[in-house]
């Protein structure tokens, strides 16, 4: 497929025209891509009625039309959107002019367009990108200036003042074809619709132009005696001075007319562009998207560019006058809010028919909205770090309240013991000075259990461990898992419904930590002689660990809390532990891509699911 980007650059039908010979001669589907930028609002009727008959021709050729408005940003989206478009199909060839060569069409992507094909090119390595050449001889100097213009044409030009002559030549005909029928004087009428005609498209001075010439060659025609600028009959100096009167009359009703219309429409345009900013403002959450909604909406309105600068990007000494660009041409806007300046927005190359005050005022405006958004996401930023520090400071307590109350229980037993032996060491028999250093050791081994799983949990919650995986076999998993117990359960009250040939995908380390919580946890909840099933079931999207016990199971409404830092069971009456196994067991699941749940069937049954990896290879034992 060939694609062909066309633009308001004056070279659309040639383009166009190009790509339909092409097309003949294959005789494949093409497509021809409209790229509506910011500059055609700027062009004169010449480009866009260029543009107009190029899409017309593409349509009746049978091209397929694509328009995509580049409003919001053009200089950032050309390229994406061109690329886009050709991944879209089968293109293999891509057409472009060579008339946005030092133009504002291809800001970002280099000065000259061989930058911007360069960049093309490498964005798209199965396509082909052509440069037509401009014919320029078919193309108006207003067009190859490159530079927004006017439908209007100046005073200097032989254009601004064919209008005038051109509508005294027609009025004169006219006048000449009713001249038998009608008094002389009723022809001065024709003459004023034609001064009408003329202010309603030209300005003041060619509005007076025409009045005064309609004057005189009504004079030389029509007065008698003919071919003579003196009348015979005196009235028709005061018919002279009357259709002066009512030609600069409604020459200047419609010059005020025109300019009240042409005020409208650029107050309505600056409303929209205010509009447009407010939009782009409400979806902005960072201040690089208010940034960019700032040079978009600058762009946008006047059709220059810009750069804002933030925080220690700030120029203290750098004066801010609005109205009167600094030496080196740049107008600078200050972002102003109520806590102080925020920033200051630097336009360069302000186009000279931009230059106005109200121009000027609007781009104070689009300051003013982007300061607010500023403000705004700053006090929202504030919110939410005063918020994290509140949850950071509920946490701790809750941490020091947990360590609190779970060290103090061990550590008064230890002094209690110890205290024991010393003070009584000599009243006291083999065996109970054998039972109190029995419970000085359990009660130190729970300490340095309680403390062992809250630097692990800190580790893996900073985020100091990243899980290092790899193909691991099911067996060797659930032996190391089983010898980390350390006795703390006897193998026979295990049982393993997996096939240890089976290899699974996780960090080795980290899974046997939490499958070594899982079973401590289930030793603790369950009877003296109660079961604990290890499951171990491959799927095709992951696989999944999961250990059962006969226990009374999990309360209902807790399926959540039992994976909180000290949540601790009272009401099952066994020996209490750390609380903090199964929310390792829950940061170990996270850290793999995983997650865990909890049920109770039968007994509590916690179940752990770990996706497969999408980069490695899986061994030939796996589901596919």
């Given at each position: 497929m060939?694609?062909?980007?066309v633009?308001?650059?004056?070279?659309?039908l040639?383009?166009?025209r190009h790509?339909c010979?092409?097309?003949?001669?294959?005789?494949?589907?093409?497509?021809v891509?409209?790229l509506?930028?910011?500059?055609?609002r700027?062009?004169?009727f010449?480009?866009?009625?260029?543009?107009?008959q190029?899409l017309?021709?593409?349509?009746?050729?049978?091209a397929?039309?694509?328009?995509?408005s580049?409003?919001m940003n053009?200089?950032?989206?050309?390229?994406?959107?061109i690329?886009?478009?050709a991944?879209?199909?089968t293109?293999?060839?891509?057409?472009?002019g060579d008339?946005a060569?030092?133009?504002v069409?291809w800001p970002?992507?280099?000065?000259?367009?061989?930058?911007f094909?360069?960049?093309?090119g490498?964005?798209?390595?199965?396509?082909q990108?052509h440069?037509?050449?401009?014919?320029r001889?078919?193309?108006?100097?207003?067009?190859?200036?490159g530079r927004?213009?006017?439908?209007?044409p100046?005073?200097?030009?032989?254009?601004?003042?064919s209008?005038?002559?051109?509508?005294?030549?027609?009025c004169t005909?006219?006048?000449?074809?009713?001249?038998?029928?009608l008094?002389?004087?009723?022809?001065?009428?024709?003459?004023?619709?034609?001064?009408?005609?003329?202010?309603l498209h030209?300005?003041?001075?060619?509005?007076?132009?025409?009045?005064?010439?309609a004057?005189l060659?009504?004079?030389?025609?029509?007065?008698?005696?003919?071919?003579?600028?003196?009348?015979?009959d005196?009235?028709y100096?005061?018919?002279?001075?009357?259709?002066?009167?009512?030609?600069?009359?409604?020459?200047?009703?419609?010059?005020r007319?025109?300019?009240?219309a042409a005020?409208?429409l650029?107050l309505?345009?600056?409303?929209?562009?205010?509009?447009?900013?407010a939009?782009?403002?409400?979806?902005?959450?960072?201040?690089k998207?208010?940034?960019?909604?700032?040079?978009?909406?600058?762009e946008?309105?006047?059709?220059?560019?810009?750069?804002?600068?933030?925080g220690d990007?700030l120029q203290p000494?750098?004066?801010?006058?609005p109205?009167v660009p600094?030496?080196?041409g740049v107008?600078?806007?200050?972002?102003?809010a109520?806590?102080?300046?925020?920033?200051?927005l630097h336009?360069d190359?302000l186009?000279e028919?931009?230059?106005?005050?109200?121009?000027?005022?609007?781009?104070?405006?689009?300051?003013?909205q982007?300061?607010?958004?500023?403000?705004?996401c700053?006090a929202?930023l504030r919110s939410?770090?005063?918020?994290?520090?509140?949850?950071?400071?509920?946490?701790?307590n809750?941490?020091?309240?947990?360590?609190?109350?779970d060290?103090?229980t061990?550590?008064?037993a230890?002094i209690?013991?110890?205290?024991t032996?010393?003070t009584?060491?000599?009243?006291?028999?083999?065996?109970?000075?054998?039972?109190?250093?029995?419970?000085l050791?359990?009660?130190?081994?729970r300490?340095q259990?309680?403390?062992?799983?809250l630097l692990d949990?800190a580790?893996?919650?900073?985020g100091a461990?990243?899980?290092d995986?790899e193909?691991?076999?099911?067996?060797?998993?659930?032996?190391?898992?089983?010898?980390?117990v350390h006795?703390?359960?006897?193998?026979g009250r295990?049982?393993?419904?997996?096939?240890?040939?089976?290899?699974?995908?996780?960090?080795?380390?980290?899974?046997?930590?939490?499958?070594s919580n899982?079973?401590?946890?289930?030793v603790?909840?369950s009877?003296?002689?109660g079961?604990?099933?290890?499951?171990?079931?491959?799927d095709?999207?992951?696989?999944?660990l999961?250990?059962r016990?006969?226990?009374?199971g999990v309360?209902p409404?807790q399926e959540?809390?039992?994976?909180?830092?000290f949540?601790?069971?009272h009401?099952?009456?066994?020996?209490?532990?750390?609380?903090?196994?199964l929310?390792?067991c829950d940061?170990?699941?996270?850290?793999?891509?995983?997650q865990?749940?909890?049920?109770?069937?039968?007994?509590?049954?916690?179940?752990?699911?770990?996706?497969w990896?999408?980069?490695e290879?899986?061994?030939?034992?796996?589901p596919?």
């Amino acid at each position: 497929m060939l694609l062909v980007c066309v633009m308001a650059d004056g070279q659309a039908l040639q383009l166009v025209r190009h790509a339909c010979q092409h097309q003949h001669a294959k005789g494949e589907p093409w497509r021809v891509l409209h790229l509506d930028t910011m500059s055609a609002r700027y062009a004169n009727f010449a480009v866009k009625q260029d543009l107009e008959q190029a899409l017309q021709l593409a349509r009746e050729e049978g091209a397929q039309i694509v328009h995509s408005s580049l409003n919001m940003n053009a200089s950032g989206h050309l390229m994406s959107h061109i690329v886009q478009q050709a991944q879209s199909g089968t293109v293999s060839d891509v057409l472009l002019g060579d008339q946005a060569t030092g133009t504002v069409y291809w800001p970002g992507s280099g000065e000259r367009l061989s930058d911007f094909t360069a960049l093309l090119g490498a964005s798209l390595p199965n396509a082909q990108v052509h440069v037509l050449v401009a014919q320029r001889r078919q193309i108006s100097p207003a067009i190859r200036s490159g530079r927004w213009s006017s439908d209007r044409p100046m005073r200097r030009s032989w254009r601004f003042w064919s209008l005038p002559i051109v509508v005294l030549l027609l009025c004169t005909a006219l006048g000449a074809l009713i001249a038998d029928q009608l008094h002389p004087i009723n022809l001065i009428l024709i003459y004023l619709v034609g001064v009408l005609y003329v202010a309603l498209h030209r300005d003041l001075v060619a509005s007076v132009f025409t009045v005064v010439g309609a004057i005189l060659v009504f004079d030389w025609i029509f007065v008698e005696p003919r071919w003579s600028l003196k009348p015979a009959d005196p009235e028709y100096f005061f018919t002279f001075a009357i259709t002066l009167c009512v030609g600069l009359a409604v020459s200047r009703l419609a010059t005020r007319a025109r300019t009240a219309a042409a005020s409208a429409l650029a107050l309505a345009d600056r409303a929209q562009s205010l509009s447009l900013m407010a939009q782009s403002l409400s979806t902005a959450h960072t201040p690089k998207d208010i940034e960019r909604a700032l040079l978009d909406a600058v762009e946008r309105g006047v059709g220059a560019r810009a750069r804002v600068l933030l925080g220690d990007e700030l120029q203290p000494d750098a004066p801010l006058h609005p109205q009167v660009p600094s030496p080196d041409g740049v107008y600078r806007f200050s972002l102003n809010a109520s806590s102080g300046p925020l920033g200051v927005l630097h336009v360069d190359h302000l186009p000279e028919e931009r230059q106005a005050v109200e121009e000027l005022h609007l781009l104070q405006a689009l300051s003013n909205q982007a300061a607010i958004a500023l403000d705004r996401c700053n006090a929202e930023l504030r919110s939410q770090q005063i918020a994290i520090q509140a949850e950071t400071e509920r946490v701790r307590n809750t941490l020091l309240a947990g360590i609190s109350h779970d060290f103090r229980t061990p550590l008064t037993a230890i002094i209690g013991a110890a205290t024991t032996v010393l003070t009584q060491g000599s009243q006291i028999t083999p065996e109970q000075h054998e039972a109190l250093l029995r419970n000085l050791l359990d009660q130190a081994q729970r300490l340095q259990s309680l403390t062992s799983d809250l630097l692990d949990l800190a580790r893996l919650q900073d985020g100091a461990v990243q899980p290092d995986c790899e193909w691991c076999p099911v067996g060797e998993l659930v032996r190391d898992a089983l010898a980390l117990v350390h006795g703390g359960t006897q193998a026979g009250r295990v049982d393993i419904q997996a096939n240890e040939e089976d290899v699974v995908w996780c960090d080795p380390r980290l899974i046997t930590q939490a499958m070594s919580n899982l079973l401590i946890n289930a030793v603790q909840h369950s009877p003296p002689q109660g079961r604990i099933t290890v499951t171990v079931r491959l799927d095709q999207d992951d696989w999944m660990l999961s250990v059962r016990d006969q226990g009374r199971g999990v309360l209902p409404g807790q399926e959540v809390e039992v994976f909180r830092k000290f949540h601790s069971d009272h009401s099952s009456g066994s020996a209490s532990g750390t609380g903090l196994g199964l929310a390792i067991c829950d940061v170990v699941a996270r850290l793999h891509g995983g997650q865990i749940s909890a049920r109770s069937d039968g007994g509590a049954v916690f179940e752990m699911s770990i996706p497969w990896p999408a980069n490695e290879p899986r061994p030939l034992s796996l589901p596919e």
